[in-house]
């Protein structure tokens, strides 16, 4: 396909029509093989990541979830439903279960004797129990590279020495862990983040080697004259953008963009959470211009100059949450955790 260059009006009407084609087929398709995707109604399902091993010889079991709903966030609090055996039931697991497939959620620590044991994760969503099962055999021994293309950094098989390289992005939270509000009035969450400044992004990339060609001496190369009929026409941010989402993925999994951010979300308790800013969304949405790194047209925000990401928070009902905030560098990620007891308004 030959891309030409137009107006930016013709641009924006092109974007829209090509985006309105591809999403007719997509419905199409998918009501051929009846893949039917859902916003309410379904089943959370646990799932058994794998696990790594620690430098005093333990090992950290490593859960995730699938929820297959599209909007609907289902709570599931700690007991029968939501419970892990043998052993204590409460393990860290999630209790508040956000849409679509959530990987590496949470660790459980096993002792370096745990051996051919399996520690079960029981999860029961509208009558029905899933459960996963968690061991330390060794092809499900995991690893950065692992981690990161899993979630979509990197293509299946994939790796450069910067990518090996790279290491979670480290957070300090300002302040207690622990906070005491009423409803609606605000929380200020305070987190200091800092990054090895890997992975780099396509744009950080480039841009690295136009310098290494201006360092080398290499000239540049001279465009030809606009009105030249050998000229290449320069190529919008807008239509760019377009041919990135219809080339056809050369990937097995998820894309994730790139770049560092913060963002935070509800971990335990009813997300009765008002953020401001809005907050990026920390699953797989897909689906393009939708506020997270695996949506089409998704781009990392500028990075505070301090290193400083600063919310409000404001919670609708009474209780105790527990809000995670994370750090991720498109890659990997490094999460810590505010619990909140909400009090009802005074009388």
């Not at 599931?76 to 409460?90: I, K, M, Q, T």
């Not at 697991?93 to 990987?103: A, S, Y």
């Not at 605000?186 to 400044?197: E, Y």
Request: net charge negative; charged share 20%.
């Amino acid at each position: 396909m030959r891309w030409i260059e137009a107006p930016r009006g013709a641009q924006v009407w092109l974007l829209r029509s090509m985006l309105v084609v591809a999403a007719s087929i997509s419905a199409q398709t998918g009501l051929a093989g009846q893949s039917l995707t859902y916003s309410s109604g379904q089943t959370v399902s646990p799932a058994y990541e794998g696990f790594e091993a620690n430098p005093d010889g333990s090992y950290n079991l490593i859960f995730g979830y699938m929820n297959r709903n599209w909007l609907e966030e289902v709570d599931v609090p700690v007991g029968e439903g939501n419970s892990f055996s043998p052993g204590p039931a409460d393990r860290g697991q999630p209790t508040h279960f956000l849409p679509r497939r959530n990987r590496f959620t949470f660790k459980v620590r096993v002792p370096a004797d745990f051996g051919d044991q399996e520690l079960v994760w029981t999860l029961t969503t509208r009558g029905e129990t899933k459960m996963a099962y968690g061991s330390l055999r060794q092809d499900l021994l995991i690893d950065n590279i692992v981690v990161a293309s899993e979630t979509g950094a990197l293509g299946a098989g994939r790796s450069d020495p910067e990518t090996r390289s790279n290491t979670p992005p480290e957070i300090m939270i300002d302040g207690s862990r622990t906070a005491n509000a009423r409803v609606g009035q605000p929380v200020t969450l305070t987190a200091r983040v800092t990054d090895d400044g890997l992975p780099l992004t396509t744009a950080q990339r480039r841009e690295r080697a136009r310098a290494q060609r201006v360092v080398a001496g290499t000239p540049a190369a001279t465009p030809a004259p606009a009105d030249s009929a050998n000229a290449t026409p320069e190529v919008s941010p807008e239509m760019r953008a377009l041919q990135r989402a219809f080339t056809e993925p050369d990937r097995v999994t998820v894309a994730k963009s790139l770049g560092l951010h913060f963002t935070w979300f509800v971990y335990r308790g009813q997300n009765t959470a008002n953020f401001e800013p809005i907050q990026i969304k920390p699953w797989e949405d897909t689906r393009a211009w939708m506020n997270s790194p695996w949506a089409p047209f998704w781009v990392a925000p500028p990075v505070p100059e301090d290193g400083r990401w600063v919310a409000r928070v404001t919670f609708d009902e009474p209780g105790t949450y527990v809000l995670r905030g994370r750090a991720d560098d498109g890659s990997l990620y490094a999460d810590q955790e505010v619990t909140v007891n909400v009090a009802p308004l005074a009388n």
